[in-house]
Structures are given as C-alpha cells and as structure tokens.
C-alpha cells in the first residue's frame, strides 16, 4: 500500500515492523476514526487501517451517536438528577472526612507517636 502522505504511527504501514499498535485508543484517536467513518470511508477499511475489529470501530461509531444525540436533547435534565448528584458529592466528602479523622484518631492513640498524649504525672 503505498500512499502520498505519510502514514501515522500505529498505522500498519507506520507502526514498528509494519504491525498496527493494539494498544489502547485514545479518545481523540477513536473521534478522529469515527469522523473518517461518518465522512464515507468504509468501516472495514478503517478498521483493517487501525489494527481494530470492524464490530469496535462499530461499537465506536454507535456510542459517538448516541453521545451526540444526548447533547441534542432540548429537555434540561431531571431536578432528581441534580440533587442526586449534588448528595453524592456531600456523601464523597463525608467519607473523605470520616477517613482523615479515623487516621488522625489512630495516630493521636499511638504510644510511638509523638502526638500521643501522656499523662503529666503528679
């Protein structure tokens, strides 16, 4: 295959020894592949391109969709969904602060320690 432009590593003509890097995909990587397939370029192409099964680049394809027609929806969201979230975050705070002060109550109650109280005797 030979082509005008240069190939991009992890290409099969660009990755190391002519094999396409499997590695995981970035998701500017998968965006990018997906546009090629929404542009016309066939899947199996592209897919054969990137080292990647036709059913990922599909998989791909379906959630970049179905992302894009979430952000379409004129509907804001749910008021359950805010105060949902909004309680979450104060149980992760919560939870975060039950575990500094059981940290700093186990260092307080260390003898080794040198904040552990003793004593003063009489």
């Known amino acids: ?17 002519g094999v396409a890097d499997r590695g ?12 090629r397939v ?7 192409g ?6 990647v099964t036709a059913a990922t680049l599909a998989t791909w394809r379906d959630a970049f969709v179905a992302a894009g027609t979430s952000g379409l929806k ?3 969201t749910e008021p359950q969904e805010d105060q949902l979230r909004q309680l979450t975050h104060v149980i992760g705070e919560m939870s975060l602060t039950q575990h500094i002060l059981k940290a700093r109550l186990k260092q ?15």
């Open 108 to 122: 307080l109650e260390d003898p080794q320690s040198p904040f552990f109280r003793r004593k003063s005797s009489p």
């Open 46 to 51: 592209v897919s054969r391109e990137l080292g």
């Open 38 to 44: 929404l542009k016309g370029e066939p899947l199996d």
């Open 74 to 76: 004129s509907r804001p």
């Open 24 to 35: 995981r995909f970035s998701a500017r990587r998968k965006t990018d592949s997906v546009l």
């Open 1 to 17: 295959m030979s082509k005008s432009k240069n190939p991009a590593p992890g290409t099969p003509e660009g990755g190391p020894g």
